[in-house]
């Protein structure tokens, strides 16, 4: 079962407007929120995270949205520059338990801003 | 500093051979991870190490899959024998400490082709 889903696999913006990637999960276990961006040929590398506790953070051009009672997060990029094309992937983790920092990617959103 | 480390960064080869990845983590970095990454998907955790101890190997398909960290610190991925299904890209990553919020840092992957 896909714990954490992207449904949008390609996302399209002018250069200078908002882009908004969206996330949806299922295990209400989840505490702590992470985005990656992948470029081709390239591991993820981290980008924005949040924890449960909260409903945003803030970091320059990049803010992530949580909505618990929704099981949905959001990436805001404002503005949105050529070079952020990218994939852009979600990821969840768990506080505690046995599955204690391990992270659950989602599908992953191909993100293509254009000049 | 040196990033994550993988060897190949390519690599095909025939059904039913072995094939061998190679890892070494970021300096200083006692925990590290191995992500296959399908086509189209997220990473997907295979296998976790703190130092040179197994943590969460249940996602790893032990009857051809092996992997070892002997020293904790560089580590091997295995696959004996390939299957056309196994084509993918291996993805390694290490963190200090395997906290929910420790970041982790990866590697470029190696893309692994079976024919």
């Known amino acids: 079962d896909q714990q954490v889903k992207q449904n949008s696999p390609s996302l399209s913006v002018q250069e200078g407007r908002i882009s908004i990637l969206n996330c949806d999960y299922t295990?209400?276990?989840?505490?702590?929120f992470l985005w990656y961006k992948k470029y081709p040929a390239e591991g993820p590398t981290f980008l924005i995270s949040?924890?449960?506790?909260?409903d945003k953070n803030e970091d320059g051009r990049f803010t992530v949205f949580l909505n618990k009672s929704a099981k949905h997060l959001s990436l805001h990029i404002v503005p949105s520059q050529p070079g952020d094309s990218a994939v852009y992937f979600c990821?969840?983790?768990?506080?505690?338990?046995?599955?204690?920092?391990?992270?659950?990617f989602g599908q992953g959103t191909i993100l293509t801003v254009h000049p | 500093e040196a990033g994550v480390v993988q060897s190949p960064r390519y690599k095909i080869i025939e059904k039913k051979q072995p094939v061998a990845f190679w890892c070494n983590p970021i300096s200083g970095h006692n925990t590290l991870y191995w992500y296959l990454q399908n086509l189209g998907q997220g990473p997907e955790l295979l296998i976790r190490y703190e130092n040179e101890e197994a943590v969460d190997d249940s996602q790893l398909p032990k009857d051809r899959f092996s992997a070892e960290r002997l020293k904790g610190v560089d580590s091997t991925l295995k696959i004996q024998p390939a299957e056309l299904g196994d084509s993918a890209v291996y993805l390694c990553?290490?963190?200090f400490g395997q906290g929910f919020n420790n970041e982790q840092f990866f590697g470029p992957g190696t893309r692994l082709t079976v024919l």
């Open positions: 949040i924890s449960s506790i909260k």
């Open positions: 990821a969840a983790s768990e506080y505690g338990g046995t599955s204690y920092g391990k992270l659950t």
């Open positions: 990553a290490s963190s």
């Open positions: 295990n209400s276990m989840f505490d702590y």
